[in-house]
T-cell receptor, first 111, second 113 residues
């Protein structure tokens, strides 16, 4: 059974800092991995999708990497801004089409 | 292009009552998923439709939950009768292909009193 862990559970950084969020998964037989952000009381916004054959994906200030063999992914946020404050969720898709979610990292970027 | 929409945004019902949640996927997306988050836990998968067919309902907690997707467009999730432990946020997602990015709706917050 796939398990997804996100560390740290919460992170507070000053504006402008570069930061890394971590995601690990127990079963390396994944099809893809997706990073989301969730703002309080809102739905999930998809940030990046990495297919199992890819090593990284970039979108603006965001860069996600995937190391399938070690069961790890990282989300790098460059030059953080207060608007980046949200909960970041990692989810993996295995042979079944469902996503298995981690519990998220709550990020606060201080002005 | 409109995203995934869900109705209602909030629902408060008494234990034993029935509630029906609705999800409208992105137009043209054959794959539709239901997930939920109960208090303090991770988001968990409930079931997956491909067009009008249930592809995987392994996450449905019990037979009080019934999902339908008539005509392969919108989907409904009925809880009958509702129990206290059904409280949580119910999310719907859709994707074009089964390896594609899943797009989520805003969720329905269900409170059972």
């Amino acid at each position: 059974k796939q398990e997804v862990t996100q560390i740290p559970a919460a992170l507070s950084v000053p504006e402008g800092e570069n930061l890394v969020l971590n995601c690990s998964f127990t079963d390396s037989a994944i099809y893809n991995l997706q990073w989301f952000r969730q703002d309080p009381g809102k739905g999930l916004t998809s940030l990046l999708l990495i297919q199992s054959s890819q090593r990284e994906q970039t979108s603006g200030r965001l860069n996600a990497s995937l190391d399938k063999s070690s069961g790890r992914s990282t989300l790098y946020i460059a030059a953080s801004q207060p608007g980046d404050s949200a909960t970041y969720l990692c989810a993996v898709r295995g042979s079944a089409r469902q996503l298995t979610f981690g519990s998220g990292t709550q990020l606060t970027v201080l002005p | 292009e409109a995203g995934v929409t869900q109705f209602p945004s909030h629902s408060v019902i008494e234990k034993g009552q029935t509630v029906t949640l609705r999800c409208d996927p992105i137009s043209g997306h054959d794959n539709l998923y239901w997930y939920r988050r109960v208090m303090g836990k991770e988001i968990k998968f409930l079931l997956h439709f491909v067009k009008e067919s249930k592809q995987d309902e392994s996450g449905m907690p019990n037979n009080r939950f019934l999902a339908e997707r008539t005509g392969g467009t919108y989907s409904t999730l009925k809880v009958q009768p509702a129990e206290l432990e059904d409280s949580g946020v119910y999310f719907c997602a859709s994707s074009q292909g089964d390896s594609s990015e899943q797009f989520f709706g805003p969720g329905t917050r269900l409170t059972v009193l």
